[in-house]
């Protein structure tokens, strides 16, 4: 295997060399590797700075880079797994140069998860994590943490594969991105409650071409009787704008208080908070005594996500602004003009055009459109 040394964070690794010509290079090598998901394992090594788990799990460690930088960047006991010989081989490579004592195994991920148990276990596979949350469900004692890069079917642009997958009906509206991450959270959410367990998310985003989750497992029938009460839909307008909440198993059918029209449930998905902002604090708190390539764009990422209101939707400026037929001033205006109404508002970490709020559509439109 041809092999090319790269450095992320505080920790130098072997790779395979990629065809640059290519439209996806890491998958040219035999191994795969991404360097766009640094940030992806930039703010785990941050998260798991302020968690310090007593283990932890890289169930499908490919390149091994997640969980070489654990072991070597945190300092907890770590075990990469892949069912790839030649990543297995490289993992062990990597982790001999580097000094490490981590457990490197090639087992099928969903058999080493339902055999074993580790305090925080990480799912990253290449694509969809869907076969694999069950067996990690019941893995992690602690800590899930989940990556998902089909995020076309999350999103709803690939309707029939995103309701195979996650037994759900999202749809592409102009806030798919948030569809997405709380459709995943939904998903995962009915996985865990089967076994009486809950979970709390201590810090879930949207970035790019992934989603990803990191959720804090809690124990009893209470705790997954509090989970399942976020599970509901965004009922959306199919004529206008107009979008709300339900929460719930069956949506019931409503109509349109703005145009009539019947409204369209989007879900089942997951209502409740994304993120939990004492944890926030804390990673903020630690980004400056970890070395993280993404460390500027973390930043904001961190102090977005604290500012960012839990409703499950955004409006679009924009597209507000052209439904209406006017130019929409600063998007920061528009927010400022709604709190000093008295509603809240903020804005997403996925989008630079997007408004969430509790303030009524009609009172968005007249603030955007100047009245």
Same mark, same amino acid.
């Given at each position: 295997?041809?092999?090319?040394?790269?450095?992320?964070?505080?920790?130098?690794?072997?790779? %395979?060399?990629?065809?640059?010509?290519?439209?996806?290079?890491?998958?040219?090598?035999?191994?795969?590797?991404?360097?766009?998901?640094?940030?992806?394992?930039?703010?785990?090594?941050?998260?798991?700075? $302020?968690?310090?788990?007593?283990?932890?799990?890289?169930?499908?460690?490919?390149?091994?880079?997640?969980?070489?930088?654990?072991?070597?960047?945190?300092? +907890?006991?770590?075990?990469?797994?892949?069912?790839?010989?030649?990543?297995?081989?490289?993992?062990?490579?990597?982790?001999?140069?580097?000094?490490?004592?981590?457990?490197?195994? &090639?087992?099928?991920?969903?058999?080493?998860?339902?055999?074993?148990?580790?305090?925080?276990?990480?799912?990253?596979?290449? *694509?969809?994590?869907?076969?694999?949350?069950?067996?990690?469900?019941?893995?992690?004692?602690?800590?899930?943490?989940?990556?998902?890069?089909?995020?076309?079917?999350?999103? *709803?642009?690939?309707?029939?594969?995103?309701?195979?997958?996650?037994?759900?009906?999202?749809?592409?509206?102009?806030?798919?991105?948030? $569809?997405?991450? &709380?459709?995943?959270?939904?998903?995962?959410?009915?996985?865990?409650?089967?076994?009486?367990?809950?979970?709390?998310?201590?810090?879930?985003?949207?970035?790019?071409?992934?989603?990803?989750?990191?959720?804090?497992?809690?124990?009893?029938?209470?705790?997954?009787?509090?989970?399942?009460?976020?599970?509901?839909?965004?009922?959306?307008?199919?004529?206008?704008?107009?979008?709300?909440?339900?929460?719930?198993?069956?949506?019931? %059918?409503?109509?349109?208080?703005?145009?009539?029209?019947?409204? $369209?449930?989007?879900?089942?998905?997951?209502?409740?908070?994304?993120?939990?902002?004492?944890?926030?604090?804390?990673?903020?708190?630690?980004?400056?005594?970890?070395?993280?390539?993404?460390?500027? &764009?973390?930043?904001?990422?961190?102090?977005?996500?604290?500012?960012?209101?839990?409703?499950?939707?955004?409006?679009?400026?924009?597209?507000?602004?052209?439904?209406?037929?006017?130019?929409?001033?600063?998007?920061?205006?528009? +927010?400022?003009?709604?709190?000093?109404?008295?509603?809240?508002?903020?804005?997403?970490?996925?989008?630079?055009?997007? +408004?969430?709020?509790?303030?009524?559509? %009609? $009172?968005?439109?007249?603030?955007?459109?100047?009245?």
């Amino acid at each position: 295997m041809d092999v090319v040394e790269v450095t992320e964070g505080r920790t130098s690794f072997l790779v %395979p060399r990629q065809d640059p010509r290519l439209q996806f290079p890491p998958g040219s090598g035999p191994v795969f590797y991404n360097s766009r998901m640094e940030l992806n394992r930039d703010a785990t090594i941050l998260l798991l700075s $302020v968690l310090r788990p007593e283990s932890y799990l890289d169930a499908m460690g490919a390149s091994g880079v997640r969980g070489l930088r654990v072991a070597h960047e945190v300092g +907890i006991p770590v075990t990469i797994n892949d069912r790839s010989e030649m990543a297995a081989d490289l993992a062990r490579r990597n982790v001999e140069a580097l000094g490490l004592a981590v457990e490197v195994t &090639r087992e099928d991920a969903n058999a080493l998860m339902s055999e074993r148990r580790f305090d925080t276990v990480d799912l990253d596979p290449f *694509g969809t994590p869907a076969p694999f949350v069950d067996a990690a469900a019941r893995s992690a004692a602690r800590h899930l943490f989940v990556t998902a890069t089909d995020t076309a079917p999350l999103c *709803g642009a690939h309707l029939k594969a995103g309701m195979r997958r996650y037994f759900s009906r999202p749809r592409n509206t102009e806030y798919h991105a948030e $569809v997405g991450l &709380r459709t995943l959270l939904g998903f995962v959410a009915r996985e865990v409650i089967k076994y009486d367990r809950g979970f709390e998310p201590l810090f879930c985003y949207a970035h790019e071409h992934f989603h990803r989750l990191h959720l804090r497992i809690r124990y009893g029938a209470a705790a997954a009787d509090r989970t399942l009460a976020r599970i509901g839909y965004v009922m959306q307008c199919g004529d206008c704008l107009y979008r709300s909440e339900r929460t719930g198993m069956l949506p019931e %059918p409503e109509k349109c208080p703005l145009c009539g029209a019947d409204l $369209v449930p989007v879900g089942p998905l997951w209502t409740g908070r994304i993120n939990d902002n004492a944890t926030l604090a804390l990673m903020q708190e630690a980004l400056p005594g970890i070395t993280a390539g993404a460390g500027p &764009r973390i930043a904001r990422l961190l102090e977005t996500c604290r500012q960012e209101l839990e409703t499950s939707s955004h409006y679009d400026y924009h597209v507000i602004a052209k439904a209406l037929r006017v130019s929409p001033g600063g998007i920061e205006s528009v +927010i400022g003009q709604l709190q000093a109404l008295g509603y809240r508002a903020s804005r997403a970490h996925y989008s630079g055009t997007a +408004i969430k709020t509790d303030a009524p559509l %009609p $009172v968005l439109e007249e603030v955007i459109s100047g009245g």
